[in-house]
């Protein structure tokens, strides 16, 4: 379970993770996630959906220093801090990556249309993982990660039914997912491995 304060280091894409607002200190309403990211790299690339209320924005990214780009449907937004990308529910996206020449200091927030704390929980044990697996080296630089029975494990304990990958129909996605996520588990695999904190 992530804790305020919870700061990582990923050194395959330079960036640095702070969790701001978790799941439980925030009764499951919101996550909160500041990213640091250098000159040329980006937040995880995977094109994906957030299930939700059409219209309804449930992520939102909130430019604080530097410049960016974020895809949004069929558009490639792009802005300089100030600024706020919001991701409606059920809309294909990006997130940001970084076009300028100084770091890009940017803040995730995901915001459920009701409280969803096992869900934002699932996100914070995503990106924990993720950021692990990074560490040594079983990731690469698009946040994909190297072994796909890993991989599904991950996605499937993180962030199905919730979040799903664009392009491939949901019930065949879970039922891929989950079928490779069970062989996972029973070949040993973790579906959580906490990264090593930032010093």
Not at 155 to 162: N, R, S, T
Request: proline share 8%.
């Amino acid at each position: 379970m992530a804790k305020l304060g919870d700061n990582y280091f990923n050194p395959v894409t330079r960036t640095k993770l702070v969790f701001v607002t978790t799941s439980a200190s925030s009764g499951g309403r919101e996550l909160g996630m500041e990213w640091f990211v250098p000159p040329n790299e980006r937040l995880a690339a995977a094109a994906h959906c957030h299930a939700g209320p059409d219209g309804f924005g449930i992520e939102h990214f909130d430019l604080l220093a530097g410049s960016a780009a974020c895809r949004i449907g069929r558009e490639e937004l792009s802005a300089k801090a100030p600024h706020t990308f919001t991701i409606p529910a059920n809309t294909h996206h990006v997130h940001p990556w970084n076009i300028g020449t100084t770091a890009m200091h940017i803040r995730q927030r995901i915001t459920p249309p009701t409280p969803e704390p096992a869900i934002l929980a699932g996100v914070e044990r995503f990106f924990e993982t993720l950021t692990a697996l990074s560490q040594q080296g079983r990731a690469n630089r698009n946040g994909d990660i190297r072994n796909p029975l890993q991989g599904a494990l991950v996605l499937a304990d993180g962030l199905l039914p919730v979040t799903y990958i664009a392009g491939i129909p949901l019930g065949l996605q879970t039922r891929l997912l989950n079928g490779l996520a069970g062989l996972a588990r029973r070949l040993g695999y973790q579906s959580h491995i906490m990264p090593e904190p930032s010093t």
